[in-house]
């Protein structure tokens, strides 16, 4: 999992950008570059993590764009680097939920009805495999869909990659309760991998 | 979660696959998950059930991303920020207090904070209250409590029997780089490692395991509710659990939720009592509540 942010050059400064040039001496074009750089990035992981949340495709699209806005702003103003992938992530949720709160008069829903349901099948597959890739994919989303929100959260950031510290930073929970809902999460879903 | 006949748990099976147990603890879990059939059965659904779930939400959601970026959008904007008297100069952060640097307002609270310390601890009743206003849960020097978030407590499947079988707590020191990791954390890089015990929330002689969500840097001498008390109470628990009149998740739990409260509770004393093991007999034993 975390392969995926390692890999990635983003990442390395990323992660390495607690030791970094402090903001106050890169001027406001340097760090539009850089801002510019993080949402190629993360556009399609924030994207994908707060549609995820219930939200519509053009509001997590003014999700992020938002959040890119404030990080330059953040940035400019000399405030902290440390870890801007969990800053990023954390900032992106909330923003979400706001803008799923402020709409669920209209449209009560706390994931998409589809979500998990309608992944492109694997081309590749002949059509039997695709059959079984199908009602996995069905059990697996029945079980998703019953989780408690929190759970849910958890394991949505652990598939973007976020290290245990960074999911506990965004959800604002303690350490032990993400590897605890985790680890019952994956459970389920394993026994309902077996059926 | 847990499974009893030390087998590793669901939750250590999936930190050592995501790495987020030490080197050490992630060996121990991986040479236990080799020998035995059950749990290396548990492992690969764990991690076949990640890797399925992973694959489908990213199939998913990808497929519902629109592919036309929104990035000249956001240049746009950003370059209307940056045009903007191209953002605020050192000295207008100084200026303008609405764009002042976090650390300006952070000494502007200090500062506000010491005043009302100081007029708070000159009121006639100071003396009385001392003791209230200087308990150390932290201070200057390290926290005497863990953060909660960075150190919950973390122990491994054993039973009270076990646990006395293996003998007193002789406690070994966790290796240097995790406690390098456990001041890192705490963001006291450059905290002298010589005052502080990088200790264990719960100790090992009760369960508690090396992982670094079991510990934390704790002051030797900077306070009276220091490492050498703490081992005090360490000691006491053990022997409350093996003579049969505490239960070790009991003990387990209140050395993980204030082990400062624990001590008050199975000691009867608000202060740490001298370090004369003697004064410590299981009849003293009856806890408050």
Known sequence: MADLMRDSAIGSALLGAVDGAPAADLSAREIEEEVILLFDEFREKLLRYTISLGIGVQDAEDVTQEVFLSLFRHLRLGRSRSNLRGWIFRVAHHLALKHRNSRQRQQARTAPDNFLIDAQADSAANPEEQLNDERRRRRLALVFLVLPERDRWCLLLRAEGLRYREISGVLGISLGAVSNSLARSLARLARADER | ?289
């Open chain 2, 1 to 289: 979660m847990r499974h009893a006949n030390d087998h590793v748990s669901d939750e250590e099976i999936l930190m050592a696959l995501d790495g987020e147990l030490s080197v050490q603890r992630t060996d121990q879990v991986r040479t236990h998950v080799a020998r035995c059939s059950a749990c290396r059965a548990r492992m690969e659904a764990i991690e076949g059930a990640g890797a399925d779930f992973n694959r489908i939400y990213r199939a998913t959601e990808s497929a519902s991303v629109p592919h036309a970026s929104s990035r000249a959008s956001l240049q746009r904007k950003l370059a209307s920020l940056t045009n903007d008297a191209a953002g605020p100069s050192r000295l207008e952060r100084w200026v303008n207090p609405l764009s002042a640097p976090v650390w300006a307002y952070v000494c502007a609270a200090a500062l506000l904070l010491l005043v009302l310390t100081i007029g708070w601890m000159h009121r006639p009743d100071a003396q009385r209250e001392a003791t209230l206003v200087t308990l150390p849960y932290s201070n200057a020097s390290g926290p005497v409590l863990p953060d909660v978030r960075l150190t919950p407590g973390a122990t491994r499947p054993v039973t009270g029997s076990e646990i006395c079988a293996a003998g007193g707590p002789a406690e070994m020191r966790p290796p240097r780089p995790v406690q390098q990791a456990v001041f890192h954390e705490y963001g006291m890089d450059t905290a002298p490692e010589r005052e502080y015990e990088v200790d264990h929330l719960i100790t090992p002689a009760l369960g508690g395991t090396d992982d670094i969500r079991n510990l934390w840097p704790e002051p030797y001498a900077s306070t009276e509710w220091n490492a050498h008390v703490k081992d005090q109470l360490e000691d006491h628990l053990h022997s409350l659990v093996c003579g049969g009149k505490l239960d070790l998740a009991t003990a387990q739990h209140d050395m993980a939720s204030n082990w400062i409260s624990a001590y008050k509770k199975y000691f009867h004393s608000d202060r740490p009592l001298p370090r004369t093991s003697d004064l410590i007999e299981d009849q003293r034993y009856t806890p408050k509540s």
